[in-house]
Every structure is written in C-alpha cells, then in structure tokens.
C-alpha cells in the first residue's frame, strides 16, 4: 500500500486481487475507484507532491510473480486519469522497487541480489550495485537523496552513495533477515524491520551510520 504525503489518498494492492489497486480516500476510508495494471505491481508510490500516482509491475500474466519487469503505470491523483507510462529496460526477476523522496530516482532490487537506480524523467540508469547474494528484500533512498540502503534476505544491510555508486557501509546485525528498511527524516539514522531470535520474533532496529552502532 502507499499513503500519499497530503494524507488525502491511500492505494492499497494484495495478492488476493493482485491486478487491482484500490483507491481509498483517508481519513473517510470511502472507496473511489479502482485501477488496474497487467499484473501484481512490485512498486506502489505517490510521489512527494501527492499527485502522482505510480505503479511499477511485472511484465507477464496477471498473477506473476517473478518475471521480466519493464513497465511502469501512472495516474493523476483525484481524476485518476492515467498520464505517460515509462519503461525502463529492467533485467529479469525483480523483487523491490522504491521511489526517492523527490520522485526523481526509483531504486529497484532483484531475486539475484542486485541494484539499480534509475532516473524517474529520462529512464536513464543512473547506477548498477552489488554485493548481495540472496534476494533484495528492500531498498530506500535517503531523504537528502546522497545514499542509498539495502537489506538481503539475511543479516546483511548496505548503504551506498547515489552519485558515484561507492558503497559506504555493510551494517550486520544478531537477526535471521532483515524485510524492511527506511531513513529518518535526518538522512542520519536507519530503521530495519527483521526477524530473529530463538521464536523467530519481528522487531525494529535502529542504526547511526555516522557511528555504525544500533541505537536500538
């Protein structure tokens, strides 16, 4: 799901409806209309002025959930018109996708482990990492748009810089994998959400990556 920065609009996708997107106004929580793309989308973003709508999907049956991806969907927010489409000429098997907070860069992680950033306007590759073996489980960029995060599907967290692709830091932690990650506002500090621990339990982590320390 994704909640636009105005608060007016919430688009909510599952795997039960997995070409549908909901268009749900909030606080009210009144449907308003329904959008539709070819198959589950892997990217659900309003950008940060809240009147666009973006929808990053694989390219295959509806349903597919690992296969090429190469197009992505958006609509005015309101009329919920659909405006241009980009497509991005994105290697197979993808597993993350994430908007800037500028929506300039989207940040797209694969099964295989690897990144890209790409240039929202253009659909340039702005950069190409690695440094992970299992699956991206999620990725974010730094609200001041300098770096880069990433966690695997183990105890791995990594952060890199945009501009020259120089990776900065591999934060590890006592987890079994990490699921998500987020910068705070302050582009200082990282939550992590993982899982770990004899029960498996979920929690939430927090790193200074001036200092590479959890501070929580």
Request: glycine share 8%; charged share 25%; net charge neutral.
């Amino acid at each position: 799901f994704s909640l636009s920065r105005d608060g007016k609009w919430l688009a909510v996708n599952n795997r039960a409806d997995p070409t549908r997107i909901r268009i749900v106004a909030w606080p009210s929580r009144n449907e308003v209309t329904n959008l539709f793309v070819p198959s589950r989308p892997f990217g659900l973003n309003f950008t940060p002025d809240s009147q666009v709508l973006i929808a990053d999907y694989h390219e295959g049956p509806p349903g597919l959930t690992v296969a090429q991806a190469r197009d992505t969907k958006q609509w005015k927010a309101g009329s919920w018109e659909e405006a241009r489409a980009l497509n991005m000429p994105l290697k197979p098997h993808v597993s993350k996708g994430r908007l800037s907070y500028d929506g300039r860069l989207l940040a797209v992680g694969y099964e295989t482990g690897e990144i890209e950033i790409w240039k929202v306007e253009t659909g340039h590759l702005v950069a190409s990492l690695s440094g992970f073996s299992s699956r991206i489980q999620d990725v974010a960029i730094s609200l001041d748009g300098r770096m880069l995060a990433a966690a695997g599907l183990d105890e791995f967290v990594k952060v890199w810089e945009v501009n020259s692709g120089r990776e900065l830091m591999t934060l590890r932690s006592d987890t079994t994998y990490n699921f998500s990650i987020c910068f705070l506002p302050d582009s200082r500090r990282l939550a992590v959400g993982s899982v770990g621990g004899e029960h498996l339990e979920h929690r939430v982590q927090l790193w200074d990556l001036a200092s590479q320390r959890e501070l929580l």
